[in-house]
């Protein structure tokens, strides 16, 4: 079965930064899209940023100049690098992506979440 699996997250203070990695549980699977998401407590789970097939990006405007996402194909990982960060930031962060395997396409696969505080 596919899963996506996360790593990165932890403790840093305004103005630090981190680097998230979300990558599928066998060599078999690839990624064709991908995005990040994130949900603070009491909030909508929200698109952060999204990468293609292609490698175009979107961001939202929150973290525009700020956070970069990233792939490396033969890696089947995807990142996101995260700069000049803000206690606004603070949220589990959730991997999101279409997958295929042996012409077999998964589509909304979600990653288990890893937890962002960003706090002095």
């Known amino acids: 079965q596919v899963q996506l699996v996360e790593s990165g997250g932890g403790l840093v203070q305004p103005g630090g930064s981190l680097r998230l990695s979300c990558t599928t549980s066998g060599s078999m699977f690839s990624i064709i899209s991908m995005g990040w998401y994130r949900q603070a407590p009491g909030k909508q789970r929200e698109l952060v940023a999204g990468?293609?097939?292609?490698?175009?990006?979107n961001y939202a405007d929150s973290v525009k100049g700020r956070f970069t996402i990233s792939r490396d194909n033969a890696k089947n990982t995807v990142y996101l690098q995260m700069n000049s960060l803000k206690p606004e930031d603070t949220a589990v962060y959730y991997c999101n992506a279409d997958i295929t395997s042996a012409s077999v396409r998964y589509h909304n696969v979600w990653g288990q979440g890893t937890q962002v505080t960003v706090s002095s």
């Open positions: 990468i293609s097939s292609g490698g175009s990006t």
